[in-house]
């Protein structure tokens, strides 16, 4: 893990255990998102649109098994409804700004239930400027809901009776390798959920972007 990150990502998990350093965590939760984002939009100037699509590790185990615009549309679909169905009740940006269509995408999904060509197809589908406009703004609305939270809410683990209703939104595949999701979301408070998906799941999805960009530009 790139050190810098990993750094920032231990200190806000030990800010944010104490009430005392909550407030100085947060704001450590988002540097590292910042500097997470810069590294994202860097790579919409460094790569071509077919590098987006290229999957170079398709026989791989592990995240950089993808593409890089499968990682991106993964990463945020996650976080669009973990941060808005999940926690503050509200309307996934997704559907708030019609991204369904702007995006082209054929699913609602995280996506997890593709695999390998499936992976490559979907992310030749994706209107890239528009999925850049989806992750800023997801970004930036997950932002305010965690910056309303307070240390007390960390704490609330209340999202067991919450299952059937994400499963009614059908924004998670019943295929096996997305159905867990739920549970494993359901599960958590929100002290869990700001470390996995808002933190950790970036940094994994991005080192595994950042070995796949390494890896089409070697050749």
């Known amino acids: ?4 990150w990993a750094d920032l990502n231990k200190e806000m998990q030990l800010q944010l255990r104490k009430e005392s350093t909550y407030a100085e965590g947060i704001e450590t939760l988002f540097v590292l998102r910042r500097q997470l984002m810069g590294t994202l939009i ?25 593409t890089i615009a499968y990682s991106i549309w993964h990463i945020f679909r996650i976080e669009d409804i973990v941060a808005h169905s999940l926690i503050s009740d509200e309307e996934q940006i997704f559907f708030s700004g019609n991204y369904q269509k702007r995006i082209g995408t054929p699913i609602i999904t995280t996506g997890n239930e593709l695999v390998k060509e499936q992976i490559a197809d979907f992310s030749r589908e994706l209107n890239l400027k528009e999925l850049y406009s989806y992750i800023a703004d997801v970004k930036e609305s997950t932002e305010n809901i965690v910056r309303n939270l307070s240390y007390k809410d960390l704490k609330t683990k209340t999202f067991e009776e919450k299952k059937e209703y994400l499963k009614s939104l059908h924004v998670v595949s019943t295929d096996e390798n997305a159905s867990w999701l739920i549970d494993y979301w359901c599960s958590k408070d929100i002290r869990g959920l700001i470390k996995m998906p808002f933190s950790r799941h970036w940094i994994m999805h991005i080192e595994a972007s950042l070995r796949i960009k390494n890896k089409i530009h070697a050749g």
Request: proline letters at 3%; a negative charge; hydrophobic letters at 30%.
């Open 42 to 66: 860097s790579l919409k100037t460094e790569l071509s649109r077919e590098d987006f699509n290229a999957i170079p590790f398709i026989n791989a185990d592990g995240y950089h098994s993808k």
């Open 1 to 4: 893990m790139n050190k810098e």
